[in-house]
């Protein structure tokens, strides 16, 4: 469990090494690929939700939509 909240913690600072790190340590230990990522998916979720309220804010201030690059 504990891992697996150090994966939302390495997305949330947008730490690959430590990503890559903690998911070698996981798989060694028997995670599975779904439980990986799964943790990621929660992650971005939670580190996405701000940004998206940031965005309608700019969105309202400027009366206009902001258009933003998909991340690859």
Known sequence: TGMLIAVGAAVAGNCVSC????VRELKAVGATNE???????????????PAG????????????????AASA
Do not use: Q
Request: net charge negative; glycine share 2%.
């Open 35 to 49: 439980e990986i990522r799964g943790a990621v998916e929660i992650a971005l979720t939670v580190k996405e939700k």
């Open 53 to 68: 309220i940031v965005k309608a804010t700019a969105d309202e201030l400027t009366s206009e939509p902001l258009e933003v």
């Open 19 to 22: 990503l890559d790190s903690v």
